[in-house]
């Protein structure tokens, strides 16, 4: 009978900490959802570092009444030319076993016609999920760390591309609060990288309201 009570009591704590690290790791979620709704820009590193480009990032959460991650609608731009975006992405989050969290990468027919629609992420409700191509390979798994900020990268050359000659493309984040430090590579297959920064990731400031 004691054996059996520890036994019970055994099971009973490992489900409470597997409940609290579950609980957790949903904090996390909304957390980073939270820093990178907004949006942001590299202006700051451009003025200091003529290497690096003056760049608008706008990532606005869409489609709140999914039960299906957590979604943003992503668009960068320079700021010379920010009605011609060079990239739109759609981004899901979900939570993963282990605590980390997975950044979904999707794209769009197509994608210019939704050019700005950060500011009106409502037009969305027109669109359907099924509609978005997975750019499978690309997601990014991020963890939390010590100092709150969120750190992840893609899985090594899992992610293809074909721009300027590259086979794969790499990405490496961290998500603070306040800013995004983005670093977006492309590498041909001699592992050459062929476009993206050199010397560091873009220095993404939040406008803070």
């Given at each position: 009978m004691k054996k059996l009570l520890i036994a019970i009591a055994g099971c009973i704590l490992s489900a409470g900490v597997s409940y609290g690290q579950q609980e957790k790791g949903m904090n996390d979620l909304h957390v980073l959802?939270?820093?990178?709704?907004?949006?942001?820009?590299s202006q700051e590193q451009s003025k200091n570092d003529t290497d690096y480009y003056d760049i608008r990032l706008h990532m606005s959460p869409i489609w709140?009444?999914?039960?299906?991650?957590?979604?943003?609608?992503v668009e960068q731009a320079m700021a010379s030319a920010l009605d011609k975006p060079y990239r739109q992405r759609f981004y899901k989050l979900i939570q993963l076993a282990d605590g980390s969290i997975e950044s979904i990468v999707y794209t769009v027919s197509d994608p210019l016609r939704f050019a700005g629609a950060w500011k009106t992420p409502e037009v969305f409700e027109q669109l359907s999920v099924d509609s978005l191509e997975l750019r499978d390979g690309c997601s990014i798994i991020l963890r939390k760390l010590d100092d709150g900020s969120f750190k992840g990268s893609t899985n090594a050359n899992n992610c293809p591309s074909n721009l300027r000659g590259a086979t794969y493309a790499t990405s490496e984040v961290v998500v603070h609060h306040d800013k995004m430090v983005s670093w977006d590579r492309g590498f041909d297959s001699r592992d050459k990288q062929v476009w993206g920064a050199e010397k560091g990731g873009?220095?993404?400031?939040k406008e803070l309201k």
């Open positions: 959802y939270g820093y990178m709704q907004g949006s942001f820009s709140s009444k999914s039960n299906n991650g957590k979604w943003l609608y873009y220095i993404f400031m």
